[in-house]
């Protein structure tokens, strides 16, 4: 998921840690604590004890342990095993392992993807019979 310029994981909120505000950073950012406020880094890992309550902003988050809020990524979302996430997803890719539980909506349209499906209109997949 990582690219090559991304593995370096610059900030690390520990086990015993708990941030309340916003938190921007440029690089990885590890939770292993609990952060409430916005997020904003280029890559979010969430570990097994970690919990985040409010909205992220990302290139890409792996999720191990809780998110309470709204997941925005250009590249990808993964909910691993133990994840629980209660919000909406917006991301081009999004992988759910067995086990994680999630809640919530997900959107993958791209902004490049024409507009064809509205809030609360389902476009149907099978053709119908016009004039039945």
Do not use: Y
């Amino acid at each position: 998921m990582f690219g090559k310029d991304s593995r370096t994981l610059e900030t690390i909120v520990g086990n015993d840690t708990r941030i309340v505000g916003k938190v921007s950073v440029k690089g990885t950012i590890r939770v292993d604590g609990i952060l409430e406020g916005d997020v904003q880094a280029d890559w979010v890992v969430v570990g097994e004890t970690g919990k985040i309550r409010g909205n992220i902003r990302t290139r890409g988050i792996v999720v191990g342990g809780s998110v309470e809020g709204n997941i925005e990524a250009t590249e990808a979302v993964e909910l691993r095993e133990k994840a629980s996430m209660v919000g909406e997803i917006h991301a081009p890719k999004l992988g759910i392992s067995e086990g994680a539980v999630f809640d919530g909506r997900v959107r993958m349209k791209t902004d490049a993807e024409p507009a064809g499906i509205q809030d609360g209109n389902v476009r149907s997949l099978i053709p119908t019979k016009t004039g039945a």
